[in-house]
């Protein structure tokens, strides 16, 4: 096996970076730890710590086989410092430094913009199992409860990654980056943590599963540009992340999918072909498509202003010293420099929404990336569609304009209908309502949030998943509840 694949599980923190060599490091995250596992406590999965449940661990970085399933208290949980293997020879990609030797070491002009693009990332991680705290208590299946807390978990590893990085290079101010990420807390009014959407609630599983697929789907494409990043540690360590982020995405779609089935099956057993006769629909203890049309128009806006504003400086600047690339930038081929290049923006003109030919590629980086999650989105919501195509109903889920319901860059200022038409005012409360979930909608479905503990038994609103994590049979024992 190549050199780092192999993970050394015998100190308290699990790596594959020889931690045993650099006993600063090693000082500074036995020092962490400790405030890491009382955050875990406080602020993760409430009323499930001493259950057993069957999750992965990576004891590996091998990508043919890194994972081990096992029975594991989550506080137990190995979270480690995992990076990808070091590609010898790797050059950086792209920007003004493109053609030289990748960094193993923090380029000094770039402290800053390092520092910045770790913590926002880093904040992210904790701050959705905050958000995802009070799931474990209404979930609807063994199986789903298991990838909650797998989810949970990862995202916990994930934080220790970023905070590896801030420890090993940023010296005391990466120490007290390191604090801050335990310190803030999602929601806080004092201290939220840093960006819109992980200070939202989600406070049912159908909008678990929808920021599961939206904005676990941000964090992949912020993870793909980082990948491609000329600091190498940056690069491996988020390599890894993307292996685990990969089952986020599946536990995001076949969720909504496995709700989708349900409805559609229960629709059709009933004879109903209106899917918009919402009393009957639900009358089925099912949940009704325009609902989840809304929860999905919700979750796709906000994630959209996680992309920042579509023309940035920051961005541009964060390409231009190498450090943030474009999605699959290696995949890509132009002269990875954008120095003369343009990139189509949608702006906001006079109260119109115009396509702007005009702007700087550097410049525009934001929205290309913002582009290409759109499309990453669009493929999944293709896949629902299919489900309720077979089913013969007349009905199909759409991702809104853009332009919908945003409250970050170009279209703050004004408001759309999903179909991407400005509104005055008037006429956007008078409509709030048929593209945004209301107090009814989450009335409902907050009522069927009852708790399903049976081994293979499942919530009326959702189907059974078509295999089980790990291969398991259907009846399998995901979470041991009382042991
Ligand atoms: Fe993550
Ligand atoms: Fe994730």
Redesign the pocket.
């Known amino acids: 096996m190549p050199d780092g694949m192999n993970v050394d599980y015998d100190g308290l923190i699990p790596n594959n970076v020889d931690l045993n060599a650099d006993a600063r490091v090693k000082k500074a995250l036995e020092t962490w730890h400790p405030g890491y596992i009382d955050w875990w406590k406080d602020m993760g999965p409430e009323g499930f710590q001493e259950a057993l449940v069957y999750l992965r661990t990576a004891v590996s970085v091998d990508p043919k086989g890194w994972a081990k399933f096992d029975y594991v208290r989550m506080p137990e949980y190995k979270w480690g410092i995992l990076l990808a293997p070091r590609v010898e020879g790797r050059l950086i990609g792209f920007g003004a430094h493109k053609g030289e030797p990748a960094w193993q070491d923090i380029p000094g002009e770039y402290r800053g913009m390092l520092r910045r693009l770790m913590v926002i990332q880093g904040d992210t991680e904790p701050a ?1 199992v905050e958000q995802q705290r009070h799931l474990g208590k209404t979930a609807p299946s063994l199986y789903d409860m298991r990838n909650l807390f797998q ?1 949970n978990v ?2 916990g590893r ?1 934080l220790w990654a970023m905070v590896y990085l801030l420890q090993k290079y940023m010296g005391r101010d990466g120490r007290e980056e390191a604090e801050e990420l335990l310190r803030r807390r999602s929601g806080d009014a004092d201290s939220p943590r840093m960006l819109g959407a992980f200070n939202e609630q989600t406070p049912d599983w159908v909008s678990f599963f929808m920021f ?1 697929f939206f904005t ?1 789907r941000d ?1 992949k494409m912020q993870l793909e540009a980082l990948a491609q990043s000329g600091f190498d540690p940056l690069s491996r360590t988020c390599r890894f992340m993307l292996t685990e ?1 990969a089952h ?1 995405m599946f536990v995001g779609e076949t969720g909504v999918q496995r709700i989708i089935e349900r409805s559609c099956e229960a629709m059709r057993a009933a004879g109903i072909d209106d899917p918009t006769d919402t009393d009957r629909v639900r009358a089925l203890g099912v949940i009704d498509l325009p609902t989840l049309q809304r929860k999905m128009n919700l979750h796709f806006s906000l994630t959209l202003d996680l992309f920042g504003s579509e023309v940035s400086t920051n961005a541009a600047n964060a390409y231009n010293a190498g450090l943030k690339g474009r999605y699959r930038e290696d995949k890509l081929e132009d002269d990875h420099r954008l120095i003369d290049s343009t990139y189509p923006v949608l702006r906001c003109k006079d109260g119109a929404i115009i396509r702007d030919e005009s702007v700087p590629a550097l410049s525009a980086l934001n929205m290309r990336l913002r582009d290409d999650y759109v499309t990453d989105c669009q493929g999944g919501v293709n896949r629902w569609n299919k489900v309720i195509e077979r089913a013969g109903i007349p009905f199909r889920l759409t991702l809104p304009h853009v332009a919908f319901n945003r409250r970050i860059g170009e279209f703050a200022a004004i408001e759309a209908d999903p179909e991407g038409r400005v509104l005055d005012a008037g006429a956007w409360a008078a409509n709030r309502d048929r593209w945004l979930p209301t107090a009814d909608d989450n009335l409902y479905v907050t009522g069927l949030m009852k708790p399903v503990d049976a081994a293979g038994a499942y919530a009326s609103w959702i189907a059974a998943p078509k295999v089980g994590i790990d291969n398991k049979p259907g009846h399998f024992e995901y979470v041991k509840l009382w042991s």
Do not use: I, K, N, R
Request: aromatic share 0%.
């Open positions: 959705s989810v990862e995202e994930h599961t676990d964090g982020e986020h």
